[in-house]
């Protein structure tokens, strides 16, 4: 198994595919920086948990896409579907399959926000010297992982009834980065318009909190996540039957 | 045959290429990137933001930069995969070398023609009514796809000169480097890789950039050809180095002619470009160019008679002076440099002439002497030519040109300048033969007689003065209508004919002239009771006031400033705003820029008061001062007007980023909300009326410095303390300690 997740990872991050789209993102993740949570959100400062989380939103879609791209390319290829008939007949389970699908995108998305939050931090120390981030772990955590587990399940589900239909969803990513509200996806919507909301503190900002409303949905979000896996693997045994 | 058939399969094989339909396929899709890159500051014409921008400015250049890369990559594709040495055998390198780099010229054009396609609805769409599909496609043909031949030119070039990937690379960079650095901003002929073009106008189409675009396009090909046609030369032979193949090389004098004439061609017609003079860069002020006069009254008529090809662009005219006395000793005539004299006679004879190169503010002096002794005689001036641009304003207007849809001619650019024959008595008569279908203004004066020429001109003839100041036609309604005892002529670009009647434009102007006139004083601009207002072209840079004439630019009624809620709560009261800059800014009251102040906060208010007095105390509560006060309370809360601290820690840039937003929300928001709190001060809106009619009443006074803040609060009597920080939002406790 080890072996499998090995070169599985080796298949999905050493190639020139991974590296460009780790380019791209980091590029879009500066350029965000310093275009637009540079002038602050809402009013309040650019290190702030609410301008740093508009800052993960804003950067959530294109590392999406970027997740989906690699998944398109390396197990719902053409080239994929024709070696699909010998990867049915190892003793490798479909559970398992997708789990290591899911890890391998997993460590690729891990990848993206490593060098896209070391730039947030690296923006922050050097433009503002502030090395407060301890603060910043948990909103992380509450606006990425969702996002992940929906995109990638939802994305190999998607995935294994049409390869096509992957690419819709990376449109639908596209289209869904502008909300606002509790159902806001990415929480860049959500995250710019609350703190206008808020009463102001005493340091002239709006304390930071999240909605249960929000909190709730980002649940809801992983638990349609795992639903999403299940299915995964449900169609791809049922395909492997088949085969 | 054997380069043919190379280009066929060579064609086929990119054709099918992955990174050539990727190339292609980013090309296409930067356009739209540019209208998000890309911060205006200034509202636009709708083909500037819809043409210019996406094609012009951002497809251009990043389609440039994307065929260099796929150029050096196909260029080195057999290099490095090691199958040089067997291709070589098969074909010669040089023939092969040429056959892709065609190709890929041919699949770059294909692309080109596929994006304007692409993008031939939605911008067709956008722009409805001003949308000119000529113009559109001419865009494409004119600045892309040269562009991006001239990029894939060089490319290839200094692949086959380097054999080196990242050498050429370097080169690319530092070429394009050039043209986009500073030394090149407003330069037409430097810019090789990212077209200058100052704007587009909608209502008055020149086709003057595009003609300035081509011309530099074809600069740049005769050049990246010469280059690229050397570099063909440094193709390697027996696995010889550069220097050792291109001696190999040199006699192959079918490549090395061509090359020679390429490049130098492309530097002849740089040398020689017909549209910018050679004057200095700066406007130079000269005390007097009027040479002694010792006879009053020397010329006793004037004929003018001016032909105008717009398919050229040019001009051929005559000029007859009956002279009464000639001037003794050497005599001077002033013209535009672009003009050539043909002949120049007096009395039936040749009159030697010498013109010298020595452009100032776009005019050339001729130097000519007459017989002193034949008194009574005519002197006749034949000119020709295509007016050339002086070049102390030619990076930020085009004020002389000849197009098929607008003809704009200023001083020298219509008719020579005797200055030592005038008089103040003098007078002439013009006749003009152009385009039956455009409306002409000479002098600002609608031009009324004309005969039809029956072959699509109308020659127009009328009385003028002897140095003719203004020559414009175009496309041009006029609405005639009368307030008071003051007659207004309201000319606009046909093409506005829907927004002027959708905003009701022209009870606007009444209402803007009637207001002004009852509160602040009559616009001193009206002469004679009459005045002509008219909508410039956008290439023309700006409005002004002359005695008798108000003239605004052209994006006074575009679409983009009417939305700019900045300025009014609706396009009708944007154009409410533009028009009382009559009486605020340069065309009136003079008002010195400063972080407080300027003749926005003036003109905003006095907006307010007007739409207060037209739709009620309740709107202009709702849409003016409630706005102002909101926006003044969120610059308040903004986190750097809050800790200015960390604004000194950020680059330049964005300090002045920050600043230029803080100075917008200044005039335009604070400003009248402190104009506001003067009026209350000093004893309500009759009394505030009062002192602003003062101000305009001593506008002379302020011509020079500007009036300021603090002549403002001393006409009012009043400090600054009385109204700082009044007008703030309950938010603005620590405003106080943040620098504007």
């Known amino acids: 198994m ?175 980065h502008s909300i606002t509200g509790a159902f806001d996806f990415f929480g860049a919507g959500y995250f710019s318009t609350v703190p206008l909301t808020l009463p102001i503190g005493t340091d002239g900002e709006p304390a930071f909190e999240i909605s249960a409303a929000f909190l709730i949905t980002r649940l809801l979000y992983v638990v349609l996540g795992i639903i999403c896996i299940y299915l995964a693997t449900l169609l791809s045994a049922r395909k492997s039957q088949k085969a | 045959m054997k380069l043919f058939s190379f280009y066929r399969v060579e064609l086929r094989r990119l054709l099918l290429s992955r990174t050539v339909a990727a190339a292609a396929v980013l ?15 200034s509202s636009r014409a709708m083909s500037a933001r819809y043409i210019l921008t996406p094609v012009v400015m951002t497809g251009t250049p990043i389609g440039a930069i994307l065929w260099a890369a796929v150029m050096i990559m196909e260029a080195d594709r057999l290099q490095r995969s090691g199958v ?184 002849f017609l740089w040398h020689f470009q017909p549209f910018i003079d050679h004057g200095p860069h700066d406007y130079k002020y000269i005390d007097n160019l009027l040479m002694e006069i010792d006879d009053a009254n020397r010329i006793s008529a004037i004929q003018y008679s001016l032909s105008l090809n717009p398919a050229l662009g040019t001009i051929s005219a005559k000029a007859a002076y009956d002279i009464q006395v000639p001037y003794r000793g050497e005599d001077v005539l002033q013209l535009n440099p672009g003009y050539q004299i043909t002949k120049m006679t007096y009395d039936g004879e040749n009159v030697p002439f010498r013109t010298v190169d020595n452009d100032i503010n776009g005019k050339r002096s001729t130097y000519f002497e007459l017989p002193k002794d034949l008194y009574n005689k005519t002197l006749v001036i034949e000119y020709s030519g295509f007016p050339t641009q ?44 152009i385009p039956d279908n455009l409306m002409p203004f000479l002098d600002y004066t609608l031009m009324t007689d004309f005969a039809d020429n029956g072959d699509g001109t109308k020659t127009w003839r009328a009385a003028c003065s002897e140095i003719v100041r203004d020559f414009t036609a175009g496309y041009y309604t006029i609405n005639t209508f ?137 709107y202009a509560q709702q849409y003016y001062v409630d706005a102002w006060a909101e926006a003044v309370d969120n610059q308040n809360r903004s986190f750097y007007n809050r800790h200015p601290e960390y604004l000194e820690l950020l680059p330049k840039v964005y300090q002045s980023q920050i600043a230029s937003a803080n100075r917008s929300i200044n005039h335009y928001q604070r400003m009248p909300l402190m104009i506001l709190k003067a009026e209350e001060l000093v004893g309500g809106e009759d009394k505030m009326d009062e002192i602003l009619r003062r101000m305009y009443e001593h506008q002379d006074e302020f011509r020079e410095n500007g009036f300021g803040f603090a002549d403002f609060l001393q006409y009012c009597g009043l400090t600054e303390e009385d109204i700082d920080g009044k007008c703030a939002s309950p938010h603005n406790d620590s405003a106080g300690s943040a620098s504007f």
Not at chain 2, 608 to 618: D, H, I, P, Q, S
């Open chain 1, 2 to 176: 080890k072996k499998i997740i090995y070169y599985e990872l080796r298949r999905m991050l050493l190639n020139k595919t991974f590296f460009g789209m780790l380019l791209v993102n980091g590029l879009f993740a500066w350029f965000t920086l310093s275009y637009d949570i540079i002038m602050g959100t809402a009013y309040t400062a650019p290190f702030s948990l609410w301008s740093y989380c508009v800052y993960l939103g804003r950067t959530l879609p294109l590392a999406m896409i970027t997740v989906l791209l690699l998944l398109a390319n390396y197990y719902y290829s053409r080239k994929q579907k024709q070696v699909e008939i010998l990867t049915s007949a190892t003793p490798v389970s479909s559970f398992c399959q997708i789990m290591i699908r899911t890890l391998a995108a997993g460590i690729c998305f891990l990848l993206i926000y490593l060098v896209v939050i070391v730039l947030a931090l690296l923006f922050y120390v050097s433009f503002f010297r502030f090395h407060d981030f301890a603060a910043f772990v948990l909103p992380s955590v509450v606006l990425l992982l969702p996002c992940f587990v929906l995109f990638t399940s939802l994305g190999q589900l998607l995935g294994s009834i049409h390869r096509s239909l992957v690419y819709v969803l990376m449109l639908l990513a596209f289209a869904l």
């Open chain 2, 27 to 41: 090309s296409m899709l930067s356009l739209p990137l540019g209208n998000i890159l890309y911060d205006f500051s």
């Open chain 2, 84 to 267: 040089h040495i067997l291709t070589d055998t098969v074909a010669p390198p040089a023939l092969l070398s040429a056959a892709r780099t065609l190709a890929l010229l041919t699949i770059s054009a294909i692309v080109t023609a596929l994006t304007s396609l692409v993008y031939l609805p939605s911008t067709a769409a956008k722009m409805s009514y001003l949308f000119s599909a000529g113009f559109y496609f001419a865009n494409f043909a004119v600045f892309m796809l040269p562009t991006w031949w001239i990029s894939i030119l060089f490319a290839d070039a200094f692949y086959q000169i380097t054999r080196r990937v990242e050498l050429s690379v370097v080169l690319f960079i530092a070429l394009a480097g050039v043209s986009v650095s500073g030394i090149s901003s407003f330069n037409y002929f430097m810019r090789w890789f990212n077209p200058y073009v100052i704007t587009y106008s909608d209502g008055f189409p020149s086709v003057w950039p595009l003609r300035i675009g081509l011309y530099t396009r074809l600069i740049w090909l005769c050049i990246a050809a010469g280059v690229w046609l050397v570099s063909i030369l440094c193709v390697r032979k027996y696995q010889k180095g550069l220097f050792f193949s291109f001696w190999k090389n040199r006699k192959k004098l079918a490549v090395l002619t061509p090359a020679v004439l390429s490049a130098a061609t492309g530097i």
């Open chain 2, 390 to 433: 002086g070049r102390c304003w030619a990076n930020s207007m085009v004020q002389d040109t000849i197009d098929h849809d607008y003809i704009s001619l200023s001083s020298t650019a219509i008719v020579p300048r005797l200055d030592n024959y005038y008089s103040a008595r003098g007078s002439a008569v013009i006749d003009i033969t």
């Open chain 2, 482 to 618: 009368q307030i008071g005892s003051l007659n207004v002529d309201f000319a606009y670009g046909t093409a506005y004919q829907g927004i002027v009647e959708e905003n009701d434009i022209e009870q606007t102007i009444i209402d803007i002239l009637t207001y002004g006139s009852e509160h602040y004083g009559e616009l001193w601009s009206a002469e004679q009771n009459h005045l002509l207002l008219r909508q410039e072209s956008s290439m023309f840079g700006g409005g002004y006031a002359l005695h008798g004439v108000s003239t605004w630019f052209e994006t006074v009624l575009s679409p983009d400033t009417l939305s700019d809620m900045d300025k009014g709560a609706s396009a009708t009261e944007v154009f409410i705003h533009e028009m009382l800059h009559q009486w605020w800014g340069g065309l009136g009251l003079e008002c010195a820029q400063e972080d407080l102040w300027s003749s926005e906060g003036l003109t905003v208010y006095s907006t307010y008061r007007l739409v207060k007095e037209k739709y009620g105390a309740l």
